[in-house]
Nanobody, 122 residues
Framework: QVQLVASGGGLVQPGGSLRLSCAAS???????IGWFRRAPGKERQIVAA????????YYADSVNGRFTISRDNTNNTVWLQMNSLQPEDTAIYSC????????????????WGQGTQVTISS
């Protein structure tokens, strides 16, 4: 079992930044972690994902160059640094875990955490 707790959301003006954290606990060894978001009226989408080693990452086209995913396995934490935020980034962001990065990219995961609200508005 892997437990995931996302935090760090909030209200930010366009152009601003936020850093989300995903705290993992349980049998986390080897798991890739992905960040997903669901905007009002839209389907959930993968935002970014990172392998256990951190050697491979994935970014959705819509966030590539603005968001950075990173992890610290010593502290079982994965971060999503979000810069140049825009209103279309408004969504509930959640993290998920799976052994396979490709599974996360495909939108599936073995474990899901709860979400944190990110609102971009002036």
């Amino acid at each position: 079992q892997v437990q995931l707790v996302a935090s760090g959301g909030g209200l930010v003006q366009p152009g601003g930044s936020l850093r989300l954290s995903c705290a993992a606990s349980g049998r986390t060894l080897g798991y890739a972690i992905g960040w997903f978001r669901r905007a009002p009226g839209k389907e959930r989408q993968i935002v970014a994902a990172i392998t256990w080693s951190g050697g491979s990452t994935y970014y959705a086209d819509s966030v590539n160059g603005r968001f950075t995913i990173s992890r610290d396995n010593t502290n079982n934490t994965v971060w999503l640094q979000m810069n140049s935020l825009q209103p279309e980034d408004t969504a509930i962001y959640s993290c998920a875990a799976d052994f396979r990065l490709n599974a996360l990219v495909a939108g599936t995961a073995e474990y899901w955490g709860q979400g944190t609200q990110v609102t971009i508005s002036s």
